[in-house]
T-cell receptor, first 112, second 119 residues
């Protein structure tokens, strides 16, 4: 079946540190991959996406590359800010469906 | 950006009662909406896909008679938790799909969630 596995949190970093949140997936065919972010007190928002192998999604300094050979879609940011503190969800949409399947979420806290 | 609103954001009810949660797409029409349940420290679990004008499609293991979903218009879907019990206490999140059409790519927009507490 289809599933998403992401690193457990919480992740605590100092401001300006490098961030990596690992995400791997299991799916048949060619799913689309997503990172969603949930800021405190708000709903989920799409952060970035990639729809085919080797695509790189990017937004707000975050990047993730669709790696089919390793079935991964790791989220990275070179220099995090306090305002990046949130819960990050990796997700996939199977190629033949409209529904989205989420990972367990990773809580990120950034210290000033 | 597109806005999806859920109401109520918090609800406390007694065991055995029914609770209705509304999900509205405020500035676009959504033929498809999705209902998720979020457990503490767990992922969002897809409960059902709600299609305007037709019956909802439930995921395996989700009781359709327990969680009634109605998508009566292109901007409103409701989730009714019937005869609620304490184990139904959770965070329920809806999302609405905008498009795809000539302009939109079918991106999902999420509500802020509704926390249900059953005493």
């Amino acid at each position: 079946g289809n599933s998403v596995t992401q690193m457990e949190g919480p992740v605590t970093l100092s401001e300006e540190a490098f961030l990596t949140i690992n995400c791997t997936y299991t799916a048949t065919g060619y799913p689309s991959l997503f990172w969603y972010v949930q800021y405190p007190g708000e709903g989920l928002q799409l952060l970035l996406k990639a729809t085919k192998a080797d695509d790189k999604g990017s937004n707000k300094g975050f990047e993730a590359t669709y790696r089919k050979e390793t079935t991964s879609f790791h989220l990275e940011k070179g220099s995090v800010q306090v305002s990046d503190s949130a819960v990050y969800f990796c997700a996939l949409r199977p190629s033949s469906a409209s529904k989205i399947i989420f990972g367990s979420g990773t809580r990120l806290s950034i210290r000033p | 950006g597109a806005v999806v609103s859920q109401h109520p954001s918090r609800v406390i009810c007694k065991s055995g009662t029914s609770v209705k949660i509304e999900c509205r797409s405020l500035d676009f029409q959504a033929t498809t909406m999705f209902w998720y349940r979020q457990f503490p420290k767990k992922s969002l679990m897809l409960m059902a896909t709600s299609n305007e004008g037709s019956k909802a499609t439930y995921e395996q293991g989700v009781e359709k008679d327990k969680f009634l979903i109605n998508h009566a218009s292109l901007t409103l879907s409701t989730l009714t938790v019937t005869s609620a019990h304490p184990e139904d206490s959770s965070f329920y999140i809806c999302s609405a799909r905008r498009g795809p059409d000539r302009v939109n790519t079918g991106e999902l927009f999420f509500g802020e969630g509704s926390r249900l507490t059953v005493l």
